[in-house]
């Protein structure tokens, strides 16, 4: 059971790392050709990554209390 949990948050993490990754590639991109449909989203998928990082930190410190 510790084992599933541990690679659910592995896989959150992951999930997080890829959309930070995403996103600063696509606000650049959208920066760089001026699209600003593609800035948004990039500035979208920035900020999902973050939250899903906080989210995960704030889970592991509930779980240690």
């Known amino acids: 059971m510790a084992s599933y949990v541990g690679e659910n ?3 959150k993490k992951s999930a997080a790392v890829l959309l930070l990754l995403l996103g600063i ?3 650049v991109i959208g920066l760089y050709e001026e699209a600003w449909p593609v800035t948004s989203l990039g ?3 920035f900020l999902g ?3 899903l990082l906080v989210f995960k ?3 592991r410190n ?3 209390l």
């Open 25 to 27: 590639v696509l606000i």
């Open 49 to 51: 990554g973050v939250s």
């Open 62 to 64: 509930r779980n240690q």
């Open 57 to 59: 930190i704030v889970a």
């Open 43 to 45: 500035a979208v998928c």
């Open 9 to 11: 948050l592995l896989v």
